[in-house]
């Protein structure tokens, strides 16, 4: 089997990795940017095009290339299901729902409605073609509202609106951010109540072609900024607080997926107020970024489901088969400056190191000499940490922040190790606001924390070194597996 992967960075090179454990050719793609990123090396065969985004460029290379398997990744097409169409008509397998599938749970308007078909709870919502239509939902529904893109994500194309004249002028801007993101050009959007200070968790889902229809539990990712996922970990400490509450999500997820015969993976996300209370409010229809910790808690490999469905292979394993084991927690590493607004860092890596150790999994794609530019997403990479419960698992992520040295460019891993410590994370009492309400305490320090460490090194007169036992990474991707080989 030939798998083509139409993604870059750190996904490309971990699918990559499951394709060969499958024992496939992996086939990875990349641009004149990326001639000598590492995900490049990662693929048996690997193909130039001119973009990443151009469905039709993408199909004829993994034609070309003779792919049997198209695998989208996350981010650029991944929740396109024109693209989907597109490597369907040309007879490569895709490695991710079906077309219809992704109609109706990627866009938010038909979510929604076949949430409601299925009885599981929404938030009170409308939709709006004019800013005037936007203005009436709010009236009619109470403030503060969000305004939703049909297939908004990632924070991009949603707006908080807190009374109508807010919504009317937040509409327009809206409208544009999914033009312009995400090549959607929508006159209808959805505005939806919007809970302040929720949790947010999501359930992971896998199904194959038979019709078997199966949940991998949930992850918890409240702590964001700007509603962009910081920390994530399996499972959900709210839902192992809240009685009754992780049945309801497991339940109400199940049901989504059933109704549209999902196969392959996806995710069914919900905010949940502080009663306890569930609300369904999307779906996404491809790999999440933060998969790795639902993977270590159950030792399920994703992305080698996603494969084998994909084959036409039904999935080696039911849902009596899947138990929790452990906890997992995941920092995600930007390159962004924390003390610049966030925004986005560029330049040369000089010096990259991560810890190794067994109850570690680091998903990257970074090294010494890489290019980090404008160009892309500016994740880095992903910090996971595995324990027996979560103050192991804590406790572990912490240390491994403390070991890793991204040398070069500006990233928030100063923010991390501060975070992580904080009694309120520590407790697990924290909401979606929770980071944005501490960020300036934080940042200050963090700010601290790092002029103190410059004037140790600056008087002894050493610059951080690495630890004699630890080298710099050789290669792109570092897994730690923290499960034994039977579990996989």
Same mark, same amino acid.
């Given at each position: ?13 971990? #699918? ?9 050719? !992996?086939?990875?793609? %990349? ?13 048996? =065969? ?5 973009? %990443? ?6 199909? *004829? ?37 079906? !077309? ?43 403030? !503060? ?19 109508? @004249? ?150 080696? %394993? ?53 290019? #980090? ?62 980071? *944005?309400?501490? =960020? ?11 002029? =103190?460490?410059?004037?140790?090194? *600056?008087?002894?007169?050493?610059? !951080? ?17 923290? @499960?034994?080989?039977? @579990?996989?």
């Amino acid at each position: 089997m030939r798998v083509f992967i139409a993604a870059r960075g750190e996904v490309a090179i971990r #699918v990559a990795k499951a394709v060969r454990e499958l024992g496939w050719l !992996p086939i990875t793609v %990349y641009t004149d940017e990326d001639r000598v990123s590492p995900h490049v090396s990662a693929g048996w =065969l690997a193909v130039k095009v001119d973009s %990443y985004t151009d469905p039709d460029e993408l199909v *004829e290379a993994a034609i070309s290339a003779e792919a049997d398997i198209v695998h989208p990744g996350y981010g650029f097409l991944s929740e396109k299901p024109e693209f989907a169409e597109k490597v369907l008509d040309a007879g490569i397998a895709w490695a991710g729902p079906s !077309p219809k599938a992704m109609r109706l749970l990627g866009d938010k308007l038909e979510a929604k409605r076949l949430a409601e078909k299925v009885g599981v709870p929404t938030l009170q919502w409308c939709t709006a073609n004019n800013p005037s239509q936007a203005a009436r939902c709010v009236e009619k529904i109470g403030s !503060p509202v969000v305004l939703k893109a049909p297939r908004a994500g990632g924070g991009r194309g949603l707006r908080i609106a807190y009374n109508p @004249w807010e919504a009317a002028k937040l509409y327009r801007i809206v409208v544009r951010e999914a033009s312009n993101g995400f090549g959607d050009s929508v006159s209808s959007i959805v505005v939806e109540r919007f809970i302040e200070s929720p949790r947010h968790i999501e359930v992971q889902v896998v199904g194959d072609a038979d019709g078997h229809v199966i949940h991998l539990y949930e992850r918890e990712c409240s702590i964001q900024r700007r509603r962009q996922k910081i920390i994530e970990e399996a499972p959900s400490p709210f839902a192992e607080r809240v009685r009754g509450l992780r049945e309801q999500l497991l339940d109400y997820a199940l049901r989504l997926a059933e109704e549209v015969e999902y196969s392959s993976a996806g995710t069914v996300e919900f905010i949940v107020d502080a009663s306890g209370n569930p609300f369904f409010i999307e779906a996404n229809t491809r790999l999440q970024v933060e998969h790795g910790v639902t993977e270590l808690v159950t030792g399920v490999d994703i992305v080698k489901s996603q494969l084998i469905v994909a084959a036409g292979r039904k999935l080696a %394993y039911r849902q009596e088969d899947v138990k929790i084991r452990g906890w997992a927690i995941e920092a995600r590493i930007y390159a962004e400056d924390p003390w610049r607004g966030f925004a986005i860092s560029t330049g040369t890596i000089e010096a990259v190191r991560f810890p190794q150790n067994p109850w570690l999994r680091i998903d990257h794609s970074i090294v010494e000499g890489l290019r #980090v530019s404008a160009s892309f997403d500016t994740l880095l990479a992903k910090i996971i940490a595995y324990g027996w419960d979560r103050g192991e698992a804590l406790e572990r992520l912490s240390t491994a922040l403390m070991d890793t040295v991204i040398a070069g460019i500006e990233t928030n891993i100063d923010l991390l190790r501060v975070l992580v410590r904080k009694d309120w994370f520590i407790n697990a009492n924290f909401t979606t606001q929770t980071l *944005e309400q501490n =960020l300036a305490k934080l940042l200050e320090e963090a700010k601290q924390r790092r002029m =103190l460490v410059s004037q140790i090194a *600056e008087r002894i007169g050493l610059l !951080p070194q690495p630890h004699p036992r630890q080298h710099l990474l050789e290669a792109p991707l570092s897994h730690g597996w923290p @499960w034994p080989p039977t @579990w996989q």
